[in-house]
């Protein structure tokens, strides 16, 4: 009897720990002010996701955590502002729709909270918007703090009168080809006491004279960005320069310009700078760097006139703090810098032309000096080799010593199958990884082993096909960036992507096998699909407007396929296969009739295109 009563003890023990334990699955779930802060602690958008799919509760617990609200529809807007009130920060730039004066004012209403706004896209310009509507919007946000403005075709002077008048404590304002602006817009800046950082890009009606207002009417500016085609910055530079006393980013863009002025600047910790002339810059640069001790970032890219030596050697040596590095640089350059003692962040060495970002760019093979140079800064985060000239294994085990590294770029290199698997070892936290064109690789398994890959650019890659993009969408689950140009990919192989769940953007442009189911497929599964770049022959296709159903931004690139009707290709192969077969003559005599229909397509009408 003592036996049973024994068991029974033990089996009543074990049900209470199991109850304990379910109560304390359901205090996690129920208790309010618990889940506000386990949400609160979550970063990644994905795994906001997975919180508020458990349950009601955790779902509204993440929609109050929730102070960005983007919008792709304005059929979603209602909706939105009913459930997002307390956003504070709107963002239309992924809107495929054109909006109206009735939802700028509808936002003004639902979003008392609102502090920031982000309006417009380069490739989906606002045509619709009034002036008359905007300027009313701001007039009832008078919080705002933060704006970006692009491809505002109606935007006026008026506009950003309205904007800097009643948004006072504006400190960030950003405006890219709203071409109807002049320097009456500038000269309204002298309206924002606080503003801090200012973005001017592309086409405007701005004057040089207009420009070199800038630095007088907004002396608090700390960081500054300016990238013009025709306009002269000589003069916008002088303005900073004496007036912005605490300047400490400078980002320029230009083709007309005289870099001279900014040795009077003595508070740049980041300079980028990439220019369009064939100016010789390089004692402008040393005297910038002799002035500017406290440089943490350095960027220079010319095409025609690149950094000479000189200038290169002056800023290793003049600024210590140095992170990240970008110039012309020949071999000397490169032992300098890797004894120099300068503990970089980022290496870009690119070797030939071609330039994209900020890199250290040269022409030669300096694999030794390169090796050295990544083994003395083991702690890089970012390496850019794009271009270069056969680096060998060494260089490659070099690279793999670097644990912290987030970024890696070896586009147009012999890097092979070996390599990249030494690098996935060792290179656990890689998050980016470039490899156009790298012809060396003929083995996609070896890229399952980057399992942290967030951005993956295999564009020209001879290697890629549908079989291992089933190996791909596996191994590299976490895939937010695939760029997949002139490859051999079908509709296939585009459906085995579905399993990279947390997919945002994809690039297919050249690609003659996707014909469009692929593409409606991804886009239905991936939820998080909001981007896609491919052919201009999908322009008025079936697969196009679905993409559009799906709420997906499309950009239509006019390829070597664009006028290219669909299953011509398809046809050719099979007229390759009769060839082979020895049937040519007899397939010619056959298909004649419909090669000539297929060739008339080709030569179709580009305004029935359009």
């Known amino acids: 009897m003592d036996r049973v009563e024994m068991e ?6 074990r049900q209470i720990i199991v109850s304990s334990e379910e109560s304390s699955v359901e205090k996690v779930t129920r208790d309010v002010s618990l889940v506000s802060a386990i949400v609160s602690r979550l970063t990644s958008v994905f795994d906001r996701h997975a919180a508020s799919i458990v349950c009601k509760l955790w779902n509204e617990s993440v929609t109050w955590e929730a102070h960005s609200l983007p919008v792709r529809s304005r059929s979603l807007l209602p909706l939105l502002f009913r459930r997002f009130s307390h956003a504070k920060f709107l963002n239309f730039r992924p809107c495929l729709d054109q909006l109206q004066d009735e939802d700028f004012s509808t936002a003004a209403s639902a979003l008392p909270h609102l502090h920031a706004l982000i309006l417009g896209h380069p490739e989906l310009p606002q045509e619709k918007l009034t002036d008359e509507g905007f300027s009313a919007f701001v007039k009832s946000c008078p919080r705002l703090r933060q704006v ?3 491809c505002f075709a109606n935007l006026r002077d008026a506009g950003v009168r309205e904007l800097t008048r009643h948004c006072r404590d504006l400190i960030s304002l950003s ?3 709203c071409r109807n602006l002049t320097d009456e817009s500038l000269d309204a800046l002298s309206n924002c006491k606080y503003l801090k950082e200012l973005t001017l890009k592309g086409i405007f009606l701005f004057t040089p004279s207009g420009l070199a207002r800038v630095g007088e009417n907004c002396p608090g500016l700390v960081s500054v960005r300016l990238e013009f085609e025709t306009l002269d910055i000589s003069l916008a530079l002088k303005s900073l320069a004496v007036n912005c006393q605490k300047l400490e980013t400078l980002s320029l863009k230009f083709r007309h310009g ?5 040795s009077r600047c003595r508070s740049l910790v980041r300079l980028y700078i990439e220019a369009d002339n064939r100016n010789d810059v390089d004692i402008p640069i040393m005297n910038i760097a ?3 001790r406290k440089l943490k970032e350095f960027s220079y890219v010319n095409t025609s006139v690149p950094l000479g030596d000189s200038a290169a050697l002056t800023i290793i040596h003049n600024c210590p703090d140095l992170e990240r590095l970008c110039f012309h640089s020949s071999g000397r ?7 120099s003692g300068i503990q970089l962040k980022e290496i870009n060495a690119i070797f030939g032309w071609g330039i994209r970002d900020v890199m250290i760019h040269g022409q030669g093979t300096w694999d030794a000096e390169l090796e050295l140079l990544i083994r003395s800064n083991q702690q890089l985060e970012k390496i850019n080799l794009q271009n270069a000239l056969r680096p060998s294994l060494r260089t490659f085990s070099a690279i793999a010593l670097c644990s912290n590294l987030r970024h890696l770029d070896l586009s147009f290199t012999d890097v092979d199958n070996r390599s990249l698997a030494v690098i996935a070892k ?8 470039s490899l156009v064109k790298c012809e060396g690789v003929n083995d996609m398994k070896v890229l399952s082993n980057f399992k942290g890959l967030e951005y993956l650019n295999l564009d020209q890659c001879p290697f890629v096909n549908d079989e291992g993009l089933d190996f791909l969408s596996v191994g590299c689950s976490k895939l937010t960036d695939l760029s997949l140009a002139s490859t051999r990919i079908t509709d296939i192989g585009l459906e085995y992507l579905v399993e990279c769940g947390r997919l945002r953007t994809l690039r297919i442009p050249y690609c003659r096998g996707v014909q469009g189911p692929g593409l409606v497929t991804i886009a239905k599964c991936c939820s998080w699909l909001k981007y896609l770049v491919i052919s201009h022959r999908f322009q008025g296709s079936q697969a196009l407007e679905e993409l559009k159903r799906q709420y997906c931004m499309v950009r239509l690139d006019v390829d070597d396929l664009a006028l290219v009707p669909f299953g011509f290709y398809a046809m050719m192969d099979v007229a390759a296969r009769y060839d082979r077969l020895g049937d040519a003559l007899h397939c010619v005599s056959m298909d004649d009739a419909k090669l000539d229909d297929a060739m008339h397509c080709v030569s179709i009408d580009d305004a029935i295109l359009n």
């Open 426 to 433: 060792s290179a656990t936290a890689l998050q980016h990884l």
């Open 148 to 150: 970006s403005l692009c």
């Open 258 to 262: 005289d870099l001279g002025e900014l």
């Open 8 to 13: 029974m003890a033990k089996h009543l023990q």
């Open 175 to 177: 405006l890219s080809s």
């Open 290 to 292: 002799a002035a500017n």
């Open 333 to 339: 350059s490169l032992s300098v810098l890797a004894q």
